[in-house]
């Protein structure tokens, strides 16, 4: 299992709404948070192995934009 971090412009609680369900759908996720404190807006992924673009196009899809920040913690 891995954990990914992501650099995001998911600013609020309405946002986080907007991304769950997109987020929910993807299997090879365990587990995800954003810190909306954070000025990077820091998405926190548990996953399996290559899912750090999935989790981009995922994203994307819901309107949002993403850059990796870390792959392995």
Do not use: Q
């Not at 948070?33 to 750090?52: F, Q, R, S, Y």
């Amino acid at each position: 299992m891995n954990k990914l971090k992501f650099r995001t412009n998911v600013n609020c609680g309405h946002c986080i709404a907007k991304i769950t369900p997109f987020m929910d759908e993807v299997k090879s996720i365990s587990e995800w948070k954003v810190d909306t404190d954070n000025p990077d807006k820091i998405l926190t992924v548990k996953c399996e192995d290559g899912t750090g673009k999935v989790v981009i196009e995922t994203l994307g899809k819901a309107g949002y934009t993403a850059e990796i920040i870390t792959d392995r913690l």
